[in-house]
């Protein structure tokens, strides 16, 4: 299948330093793509690049086979790129069928009495999250900080889908929930896929994208340390290789030798 | 909020099912609305003075016209501030705007003998370009708008201050004005001003607009989270622009309505709803962060502060006693409201 | 569960806590306040004030944080205390002056006393009020400020001072020392009171041949000493030739002083004031402060609750205007001022 997003050659440099460098990746519908990688590994350089909010120095965006150039988020938006954030982007005061409609309110009425309709935001909000596998909210007037956080990913996992999001990208959304909230997100990334959308999952827990993921992207400095599908590495090898891998091993061995960490550290 | 608490909390949404609907009793269901904290303050100060001053004259005629008048000046001021708070926003100007029109429209009358209505035209004038002064530094510079409301209300009295003086060569000028103008702003009957009339319609145009239209969702969306808001397609510095130009317009408003009412013009005229109107507002159920409230709560607000300021007059007490009963007051209706929000995000 | 329980608990303590605060300030200012018994012992006297007590005055006056109001509010206390009414005193907030100039006075109308005695500031407001009240049947009596209108609106007296006369007589002090080109500071733009007071000051002294001119600054800097000091002080320099500085309160008229002595010019700038205060007064007996000029208010105070009361238990009042003041303070008779503040601290001004 041909890929929605497709990120080519992309480098980003800022003030001499290179965030992303000669990196290649692409999305496709109905397909979770895994980007992994420790702190400071350059995932969040690249939900800015493909969110519109940064543009790449070299390199170029695809979106459906067509070269794109993102002047802002809205932009972004626009081609059905949308970023759900960990714990931004619902409102806890709002109640779930205005948060559902934010931007996108629909309206009946004629000026100057146009007014939203209320009760389709709140059908709209409902029958999205039972799409998404949440049964329990059932009240539309309710205020989103009574839910819980997976609730509140899947209402804006939702709404994103509904608003014609084709691509969606998580970044880090499990990092603050406990097991069995994670869990509840992890089938929402799997509902969304079955609902024919492109998934990036950005995460830094190896377990939680061996779960969900079809194809995973480990990052370092910037640049693609492994690519690969399901199936063709196990856990074990993926958690040393996020861990350091090589270059860990090769830190640890300088310890004995002249000039190596050992020395420096004053041992004898 | 410590660890234990926030794993109690997921519990007690576990064992209800993963987030299920609880049962809420229909009085529950009241004090979820973000009016209801205001409202018991106002029912709370009636009963006490009621009460306290029902004797002397509080519950006359008179003694009602007198704390409603109050009430609804505050009203006029404290509706548009409180809506530019749940925005997100603070505009500690709106005294000095209110200064501003009062010598405006009373030099124009007073001192030019022009007709009055060309002052207020202009104090318009004054009141929106000081609005989008507001807005547009606020929004250019994310400086918190705490700051640049204040520079903005220093500089307006101060200009106030100077053309006033440098004009007619004094601060406070007499405005016998009658007519036309006299009728929309200052009418009276049997006591009660005309000034009521004006904050009902204050508040049902507020009330529409943050409740049913889209606009008025931005103004949530906007002072709940305003990146995720921007991230929607809200467009959150017009939203914070032009309810920075509304809140200027009311103190236009309530400047008019006091200056004609009281047949003076000064540049101090207002100074006090600078805290009043936000005072008000939080009374009534505005979050000082932003998000949340109502109009109506603002209402409320709005009358338990112009019970508990006027009714101090009925009682009879030493001066400096009034002023520390109204502060106590103060205190205690906001962490009751306090607490009432704490039960409507369901963590009573 | 427990520390959610304990919390409310705590917060229901808490809101007991303000409601028994609330009841203790109550009864203990309605007791403060109420009519006290005379003193006198005589039964013609306790006949006397068995009729009082049926007395209610309201006095709407101005607020105590402005240093002159203390003095006069001991007045009004005496003088209720002394003849057995009850008095309501309304102070009128300075920060919002014509406002609550208007809801005072529509408090006390609303109120219906036996009288109301009234301190008509802004009178194109309050005048109307007055016409009202008269109208609705309660007697007026105007105290320290309304001394033009009072006798149109139907008021029964008026006591106080004719704030040009108090700018009058701090002129002549000022000439007669030989300073003629004098600062007037103005703490409170918008009193028209005070903007009298100065008014007359500078007609005294331009009919003499002297110049005046005025500095501003707002009311919230006023009760910053180091601001207003600073104000003066900059005001000096950038203004050579200044003789003599005329402030409108005491605290004021002090950071003149003060000014003056950063400025190294005491002695060469004669400074006068409205209005006494304990460091005022010994600025005058050391020689730093001209004179004082003494608007009295604790007889405005006094007075106006005793013509009040005369005139609805008797309907007696004396005729016309009856002057409190101004009258003048300097080193030839401050040694009856300093006995009678160290003896009654609260009555001439302020500590």
């Not at chain 3, 501003?216 to 200044?242: C, E, M, R, W």
């Amino acid at each position: 299948m041909a890929p929605v997003v497709e990120l080519r050659g992309v480098t980003k440099e800022f003030a001499g330093v290179r965030a992303v460098n000669e990196l290649s990746l692409s999305l496709s519908l109905g397909e979770v793509l895994c980007l992994l990688g420790e702190n400071g590994a350059g995932k969040s350089t690249v939900i800015k690049l493909l969110t519109g909010v940064q543009t790449p120095t070299r390199g170029e965006i695809f979106v459906d086979g067509k070269q794109v150039h993102f002047g802002s988020p809205r932009e972004a938006r626009e081609h059905g790129i949308a970023c759900v954030y960990q714990e931004v982007g619902t409102f806890p005061l709002m109640s779930v069928a205005r948060n559902f409609v934010v931007g996108a309110e629909p309206v009946k009425g004629r000026w100057p009495f146009r007014r939203i309709d209320m009760n389709k935001a709140s059908d709209m909000a409902i029958s999205e999250l039972r799409k998404l596998g949440i049964r329990r909210v059932t009240d539309g007037h309710r205020l989103v900080g009574s839910l819980s956080g997976g609730e509140r990913q899947a209402l804006a996992i939702g709404r994103a889908i509904h608003f014609g999001a084709r691509v969606l990208v998580l970044d880090e959304p499990t990092a603050a929930l406990g097991v069995r909230e994670s869990a509840g997100v992890l089938r929402l990334i799997k509902a969304a896929r079955a609902h024919g959308v492109a998934v990036l999952f950005i995460t830094h827990n190896a377990y939680h994208a061996m779960e969900t993921g079809d194809r995973f992207v480990v990052l370092r400095h910037g640049e693609a340390l492994a690519t690969f599908s399901r199936g063709e590495m196990g856990i074990e090898e993926l958690l040393s290789l996020m861990a350091g891998g090589d270059e860990l091993r090769e830190l640890m061995a300088e310890e004995d030798g002249p000039g190596g960490l050992g020395a420096q550290a004053g041992m004898p | 909020m410590s660890t234990a608490n926030a794993e109690q909390s997921q519990a007690a949404v576990r064992s209800d099912g993963y987030g299920g609907p609880r049962r809420i009793g229909a009085l529950h269901r009241l004090i979820l609305l973000p009016e209801a904290g205001g409202l018991a303050s106002a029912i709370v100060a009636f009963i006490i003075f009621a009460i306290l001053a029902g004797s002397n004259g509080f519950l006359s005629q008179l003694g009602t016209a007198n704390w409603l008048d109050g009430a609804a000046e505050l009203g006029i001021v404290a509706i548009p501030v409180g809506t530019l708070m749940m925005a997100g926003e603070f505009d500690l100007s709106v005294g000095s705007v209110a200064g501003a029109t009062s010598i405006t429209i009373a030099i124009c009358d007073g001192y030019y003998a022009l007709s009055p209505w060309i002052g207020i035209v202009i104090a318009v004038g004054i009141g929106v370009a000081i609005g989008l002064l507001n807005g547009l530094i606020v929004v250019k510079t994310k400086l918190p708008s705490f700051i640049v409301t204040l520079a903005t209300l220093l500089m307006v009295a101060g200009a106030g201050l100077g053309l006033a003086n440098a004009i007619t060569g004094s601060s406070s000028i007499s405005a016998q004005i009658g007519g036309s103008a006299h009728a929309v702003f200052a009418s009276n009957f049997k006591g009660f001003d005309i000034s009521i009339a004006w904050c009902i319609l204050v508040a049902i145009i507020a009330s529409w607009v943050t409740r049913k239209t889209r606009f008025g969702n931005w103004i949530y969306a906007t002072g709940g989270d305003v990146q995720a808001a921007r991230a929607n397609g809200v467009p959150t510095d017009t939203v914070k622009v032009i309810l920075f130009v509304c809140s200027a317009l009311g103190a236009v408003l309530v400047g008019a309505v006091e200056t004609i009412t009281f047949q003076n013009g000064t540049t101090t005229l207002g100074a006090e709803f600078d805290f009043t109107a936000i005072a008000a507002a939080v009374i009534g159920g505005v979050l000082l962060s932003g998000g949340y409230g109502s109009t109506v709560g603002v209402i409320f607000g709005s009358l338990t502060y112009g019970i508990v300021s006027l009714g101090v007059y009925y009682l009879g007490w030493d001066p400096n006693l009034s002023q520390l009963f109204i502060g106590l007051f103060m205190l205690v209706a906001v962490m009751a409201n306090n607490r009432l929000r704490q039960l409507a995000s369901g963590r009573g | 569960m427990c520390t959610a329980r304990r919390k409310r608990s705590a917060m229901r303590a808490s809101a007991l806590a303000a409601a028994a605060a609330f009841l203790v300030v109550g009864t203990a200012s309605c007791t403060k306040s109420s009519s006290a018994p005379t003193t006198s012992s005589s039964a013609q006297a306790a006949n006397v004030s068995a009729d009082n007590k049926g007395i209610t005055i309201d006095f709407v006056s101005g607020p105590l944080n402005d240093s002159f109001f203390p003095p006069l509010y001991n007045g009004v206390k005496d003088a209720a205390a002394n003849l057995g009414v009850k008095v309501n005193y309304i102070a009128i907030n300075e920060g919002n002056l014509v406002p609550s100039s208007v809801q005072t006075m529509q408090a006390a109308i609303a109120e219906h006393p036996s009288a109301i005695v009234v301190g008509d500031f802004v009178t194109s407001s309050v005048d109307p009020l007055i016409k009202q009240a008269i109208a609705a049947g309660i007697p007026v009596y105007v105290d320290q400020s309304g001394q033009e209108s009072w006798a149109k609106d139907g008021a029964f007296g008026f006591v106080g001072q004719q704030g040009g006369a108090a700018g009058n007589a701090a002129a002549q002090q000022m000439i007669s020392a030989g300073a003629k080109n004098v600062l007037c500071v103005i703490h409170n733009a918008g009193n028209p009171y005070l903007n009298q007071v100065c008014n007359g000051f500078i007609a005294t002294m331009k009919a003499a041949g002297g110049t005046v001119s005025e500095l501003n600054f707002p009311i919230s800097d006023s009760t910053n000493p180091q601001k207003v000091t600073s104000d003066i002080g900059a005001y000096l320099a950038s203004h050579h030739g200044i003789q003599g500085v005329f402030t409108l309160n005491a605290a004021v008229g002090t950071d003149a002083v003060a000014a003056l002595a950063q400025a190294n010019l005491t002695g060469k700038v004669k400074v006068g004031t409205l209005e006494l205060s304990k460091v005022a007064i010994n600025d005058v007996q050391n020689g730093t402060m001209l004179f004082l000029v003494n608007e009295q208010p604790y007889l405005d105070g006094y007075y106006g609750v005793l013509f009040a009361y005369q005139y609805v238990k008797y309907g007696l009042a004396p005729v016309g205007t009856v002057n409190t003041g101004p009258s003048i303070i300097d080193k030839s008779n401050i040694q009856k001022v300093i006995e009678t503040t160290q003896r009654y601290p609260d009555v001439l001004g302020s500590s």
